[in-house]
């Protein structure tokens, strides 16, 4: 087993373009369509307002900038003002002690937007103030426990689920959608060594070799499965450190749930080869299985937002869909592995199933 | 040492092999000669465990290959009909591979194959990836992954396909070198009659999936013992006189080929004269005649009907 899985990686290293090829495709992908998105919150300029303190402006600053989805830029008036003539922003916000103006030099789509949010954290705070100096001190701390643990919890759901379970991360989606979509190919396509050496005589020399069998195939899943698992570890590492994207505090789970991705699509590969008469059909289906299974498995959009009952039946069957619920359930929710049980069964479940089927209809064939 | 007994192989209900028996003895060079689709590459597969019989079994120093396929595995080297390498590497990672397989590793390993390398004459080329290689190079290398554990016994699938003869004629040599020299006991089948009788001390000659003769080679060209055959060169073909020659009760077979005939008769029988007014007669114009003694092309002519690559 170890000669052939070493052999293996001698073979890579003479012909290594198929498996960077697909490595750089997926980096190229998930980079285009997601990476330019690390900080994808609207930046808006502001400055203090004449006559005002900088110190309150900051504090409104701060109090502003707890938006998930605007940044406010606390900047000197002047490059402000600046900016605004060279046309490098469209307005401006100024913030005084208690209130503030929007500085507009051109119409702007997201400007009833920041203007609304701005207006509505002033008259929170106001409102807040008022309370205070009305006697309540600690009425700030009271708001926010009573938001933590409230009296009485209204949840709205529908026949889909839990209204606002869903939180879509297009950076989470992308990097892991098209990681697994490409490495399907890497594996399958690795996968051909066998129907390879089949039709060149060289299994043949194997068999007729004191090696067993099973020692021969376990070689090249292996193989197939190392490559596969590095390619999908090393872009979220790439990820993750170099461009910054969130994949949640549970590294170690991603990883455990990346190898039981990896031995289905493995055990995929053994399948469709094992159907397949030769490397030339198995090529051809390679695209098929992979975009099809991408498509109903929610790789290239999220799952949730599918509403067609069919399609919804019939993602059940694609190991990509466990693979991405477990993998998103880490990074978004933040959940462990102990929650993480049932997409991983049914990962190393429909593995071994297809690894047994496909060997017995290979060994069928001779 | 190896023998078959009635070996029998069969696809969707034809007889691919069909009651195959033949042995080997320790240190002998076998031959398996027959044309395409005789069944030999069938045999050998079934004697290599790679194909399982329908019926029959293979015995290695009496015990069944069948039952025991590793028996057979670790003293059998084959040769592929086809390439069976990796072109991506290079003939010295090729060799290292397929000894590693047999259990060889380290120092043993490195000095085996630089031995095999230079049986094959290939040492300065060791280097050199195969898909660079000339075809009797790769089947050369072909050969030598076969010969990194040092097998006992040989089985060669027409391992001379499609090269040229002066690599064909390396491959003979050095097959001839392993069989004498080391004593490797060698099966080669092939639809090359010189191939065959140049190597093999005793042939077997297989015709639709049947062993239809076998013996030494003095003992098949005995079945011809009171026969000989006169080759007739033309400068064309002529129907007219074939059929004539054909109705001649005293030539037992005509044959047609290449703008000329072979007529196999009785010893000893004086036909050139009647030949020479045949020929006369259809204006056939005879460049050359040649009386020969029989060859085992003629015994497989004889048996068959046909020639050996028909």
Not at chain 1, 96 to 123: C, H, K, P
Not at chain 1, 195 to 219: A, C, N
Not at chain 1, 289 to 315: D, H, K, Q, R, Y
């Amino acid at each position: 087993m170890k000669s052939i899985y070493l052999h293996q990686w001698q073979r890579f290293r003479r012909a290594p373009m198929l498996v960077v090829s697909f490595f750089l495709l997926t980096v190229v992908f998930v980079f285009t369509l997601a990476g330019f998105q690390s900080d994808d919150k609207f930046t808006v300029l502001a400055f203090v307002k004449e006559g005002s303190s900088d110190q309150a402006a900051e504090e409104w600053s701060d109090r502003l900038n707890e938006s998930e989805g605007m940044f406010f830029d606390l900047r000197e008036e002047e490059e402000v003002r600046e900016m605004m003539r060279d046309g490098r922003t469209n307005f401006a916000l100024a913030v005084g002690d208690s209130d503030y103006r929007m500085v507009v030099a051109a119409e702007d789509a997201n400007l009833i937007t920041v203007e609304s949010y701005t207006a509505q954290v002033f008259r929170e705070e106001f409102r807040l103030k008022q309370a205070e100096e009305a006697g309540g001190e600690n009425i700030r701390e009271d708001i926010q426990s009573s938001l933590e643990d409230p009296v009485l919890t209204v949840t709205t759901e529908t026949i889909q689920g839990a209204e606002g379970t869903f939180v879509y991360d297009n950076q989470i989606q992308t990097l892991f959608g098209m990681t697994l979509f490409f490495s399907i190919y890497t594996m399958i396509f690795s996968l051909m060594n066998v129907t390879e050496e089949k039709r060149t005589g060289t299994w043949d020399r194997l068999i007729v070799s004191p090696l067993k069998k099973s020692q021969m195939y376990i070689g090249h899943f292996l193989y197939c499965f190392t490559v596969g698992y590095a390619q999908i570890v090393v872009i979220f590492l790439l990820f993750k450190y170099g461009l910054g994207f969130d994949l949640g505090g549970n590294f170690p789970a991603i990883l455990i749930v990346v190898g039981c991705y990896a031995f289905a699509i493995v055990a995929l590969g053994t399948l469709l080869m094992g159907l397949v008469k030769s490397s030339q059909q198995l090529q051809a289906v390679i695209p098929i299985v992979a975009t099809a299974m991408a498509m109903l498995g929610g790789a290239f959009w999220p799952i949730e937002i599918v509403t067609n009952n069919i399609v919804l039946f019939l993602s059940q069957g694609m190991p990509i869909l466990y693979a991405l619920d477990a993998l998103k359930s880490i990074a978004i929710y933040g959940r462990g592995l102990a929650d993480l049980a049932q997409p991983l069964s049914i990962l190393i479940l429909f593995g071994v199933v297809c690894m047994g089927v496909g060997v017995n209809l290979m060994e069928r064939r001779g | 040492m190896l023998e078959t007994e009635e070996l029998r192989k069969v696809y969707k209900g034809t007889a691919a092999v069909d009651s195959v028996n033949l042995f080997l003895e320790k240190g002998e060079s076998v031959g398996l000669l027959g044309p395409n689709g005789a069944g030999k590459s069938t045999t050998i597969s079934m004697i290599a465990s790679l194909i399982a019989p329908s019926a029959g079994d293979v015995r290695l120093n009496g015990k069944s290959v069948l039952k025991h396929p590793n028996e057979i595995r670790k003293v059998l080297g084959i040769v592929p009909q086809e390439i069976a390498l990796y072109p991506e590497l290079t003939a010295f990672e090729n060799l290292k591979f397929f000894g590693r397989i047999y259990g060889l590793k380290g120092e043993a390993l490195s000095r085996r194959v630089q031995e095999v390398l230079k049986l094959l004459g290939l040492e300065d080329r060791q280097k050199d990836l195969v898909k660079t290689y000339s075809g009797g190079m790769k089947r050369r290398i072909n050969i030598g992954a076969a010969l990194l554990h040092q097998p006992e016994i040989l089985i060669m699938d027409e391992p001379t396909v499609g090269i040229d003869p002066q690599s064909r004629s390396y491959i003979l040599d050095t097959v001839r070198k392993l069989n004498e020299e080391k004593g490797m006991t060698v099966l080669y089948t092939s639809h090359y009659m010189e191939e065959v009788e140049r190597l093999c001390d005793r042939v077997y000659i297989m015709d639709h999936g049947k062993v239809i003769a076998s013996g030494t080679k003095d003992e098949l060209k005995s079945i011809l013992s009171g026969e000989e055959a006169i080759l007739v060169e033309m400068d064309r073909d002529y129907p007219g006189l074939v059929k004539e020659l054909e109705a001649d009760e005293a030539i037992l077979q005509t044959i047609e080929i290449d703008k000329g005939l072979k007529l196999i008769v009785p010893k000893g029988s004086r036909l050139l004269g009647k030949i020479f007014q045949a020929a006369e007669r259809h204006g056939a114009q005879i460049s050359n005649i040649t009386v020969q003694v029989p060859t085992l092309e003629d015994v497989f002519l004889h048996l068959t009907g046909r020639k050996l690559r028909d």
